[in-house]
């Protein structure tokens, strides 16, 4: 992805995608060039999301940079303000604040880039990414590889116990006893939905 930034102001960078598709790598990746370039730069991530590391993000690939916990979109802002260049993670779990967050670190001058996934397992929009899609400067969909047929993967199926989750199933279940698969849209099993949620 060549482009050319802005000479001057801050901006906003959103790269979105399924699970698997290299976000975190991506985000790794351009926080890094910042960093070589002199740049003051710094990794912020969701403080539930503890999956591998608590002082680094770390790509599916097994790219790391050292990165800061933030329990809210408040955190976000004290702890990269002054920065020159922002990496967010998982942006879809922080709180609706977090477009204002951005909005001020960019006023601010910083260029923010702000990873996460577009639509949850039920391929419904996720969190604040809607808003975030639409006020960004630049935005990068990148697609996983299907793990049924091999294709271009734009959706993330969620599997509980090797069956589509229900619909209606909690968004976030830390240490659930669940699986992710990134799948093309015609391999996407969509999950049931109970009686409860269609009445
Ligand atoms: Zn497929």
């Not at 204002?100 to 397992?121: K, M, N, P, T, Y």
């Not at 391929?123 to 969909?141: E, R, Y």
């Not at 993967?153 to 619909?167: K, M, N, Y």
């Not at 669940?178 to 269609?198: F, Q």
Request: hydrophobic residues 40%.
């Amino acid at each position: 992805m060549i482009r050319t930034h802005p000479n001057r102001g801050g901006w906003l960078e959103v790269v979105c995608g399924p699970m698997f598709s290299g976000k975190s790598e991506e985000l790794i990746r351009r926080l890094r060039r910042a960093e070589i370039a002199g740049q003051r730069a710094l990794i912020v991530k969701p403080a539930v999301d503890n999956r591998y590391d608590v002082g680094h993000v770390v790509s599916h690939a097994g790219s790391k940079m050292r990165a800061v916990s933030a329990g809210s979109s408040a955190d976000v802002l004290r702890l990269a303000a002054g920065y020159d260049a922002v990496g967010i993670d998982e942006v879809q779990f922080f709180d609706d604040g977090i477009v204002d967050a951005i909005e001020s670190l960019i006023a601010l001058g910083a260029r923010v880039v702000a990873a996460g996934l577009a639509q949850d397992f039920r391929a419904q929009p996720f969190g604040s990414m809607p808003t975030l899609l639409c006020v960004a400067d630049f935005v990068d969909k990148l697609e996983a590889v299907c793990h049924r047929c091999g294709g271009p993967a734009t959706l993330t199926q969620r599997l509980v116990d090797g069956r589509p989750a229900s619909f209606d199933g909690a968004t976030v279940q830390i240490g659930a006893l669940d699986s992710y698969e990134a799948r093309c849209r015609p391999c996407y099993e969509p999950g049931e939905r109970s009686e409860r949620a269609t009445a």
